[in-house]
């Protein structure tokens, strides 16, 4: 589901796995946060977030110049990627404007849960909670962001 996603908005072929509990791309492979299968397409919520997640990486695959990124410190590179985030944002949201409620949704739960400490790679090495404790989890994080306008 994703993959054509990413293929579609990207022009190109681009292979989307599932793996680990963050979102990140090379330019050919965008992995997202693993999700057992049960709750992909069944959940507004869940979905949402990962079409968010979809569509940032795909702006890093269109506009982003991956070699400028290679032997920057980490520091460095944080800040890079803050500023390269905001701008490839700004042009998928230029480019695709359903994707800004998608790109404000993984902001704000990324912020949110920064904010208090909490992130889905945490929960799941701290907590060690099941697919659905953590979905719940992310629904009370989100709900502000599900009142339709």
Known sequence: MFEKLAKAMAGR?????MAGSEAMTNGKTITLPAISD????????LN????????HEVGHCKYSDFK??????????KLVNTLEDIRIER??????????????????????????????GYLLR???PTKSKLLIVIKQKLKICLVKT
Do not use: W
């Open 13 to 17: 072929k681009i292979k989307v796995v």
């Open 38 to 45: 049960e709750f992909i397409g069944r959940d507004e919520v």
């Open 48 to 55: 949402r977030v990962l079409h968010g997640y979809t569509d």
């Open 68 to 77: 400028a990124f290679f032997g920057l410190s980490s520091a460095t590179f």
């Open 91 to 120: 042009k998928m949201i230029a480019e695709y404007p359903g994707a800004r409620q998608n790109i404000q949704l993984i902001a704000f739960m990324d912020i949110n849960l920064t904010r208090q400490t909490l992130c889905i």
């Open 126 to 128: 701290a907590r060690k």
